[in-house]
Nanobody
Framework: QVHVVESGGDLVQPGDSLRLSCVVS????????VGWYRQVPGKERELVAA???????TYGPSVKGRFRIFKENAKNTVYLQMNSLKPEDTAVYYC???????????????WGQGTRVTVSS
C-alpha cells in the first residue's frame, strides 16, 4: 500500500514560516490525493489541508490564508507551506495519501511518525 514520509518540522517563533514535505511511495503519485493533518495530545487529529489528484485544495478554517498545500510530481512530494505561524499551530503534523474522499474524512488505518512543529517565543 501507500507509504509516506514526513519531514521539515522544527522549533520556530511566532510569525515564522516552515515548509513541510511529504514523500509518497508505493503507488502512482499522480493518482493520489494527499492530506496534511495535525494532532495535539488529548485532541483528535484534524485535517489541515488536502490536495486532490486534480489539484483541488481544501483547507481547515484555522489555517486558511496562512498555509498552502502544493505538489511537485517529479519528486512524488506534497508540501505544506506554513506562514505566519502561531503558537496554536504547535502539533505533530502527519500526511497520508489515498482517495480524495478518504483524505477529507481521515479514513486511514495507519499513520506514520509525523514531524513535530513547535511555535514558541
Amino acid at each position: 500500500q501507500v507509504h509516506v514520509v514526513e519531514s521539515g518540522g522544527d522549533l520556530v517563533q511566532p510569525g515564522d514560516s516552515l515548509r513541510l514535505s511529504c514523500v509518497v511511495s508505493g503507488g502512482i503519485f499522480s493518482l493520489f490525493a494527499v492530506g496534511w493533518y495535525r494532532q495535539v495530545p488529548g485532541k483528535e487529529r484534524e485535517l489541515v489541508a488536502a490536495i486532490s489528484d486534480t489539484a483541488l485544495t481544501t483547507y481547515g478554517p484555522s489555517v486558511k490564508g496562512r498555509f498552502r498545500i502544493f505538489k511537485e510530481n517529479a519528486k512524488n512530494t506534497v508540501y505544506l507551506q506554513m506562514n505566519s505561524l502561531k503558537p496554536e499551530d504547535t502539533a505533530v503534523y502527519y500526511c497520508n495519501a489515498g482517495p480524495y474522499e478518504s483524505i477529507l474524512r481521515s479514513r486511514f488505518t495507519s499513520w506514520g511518525q509525523g514531524t513535530r512543529v513547535t511555535v514558541s517565543s
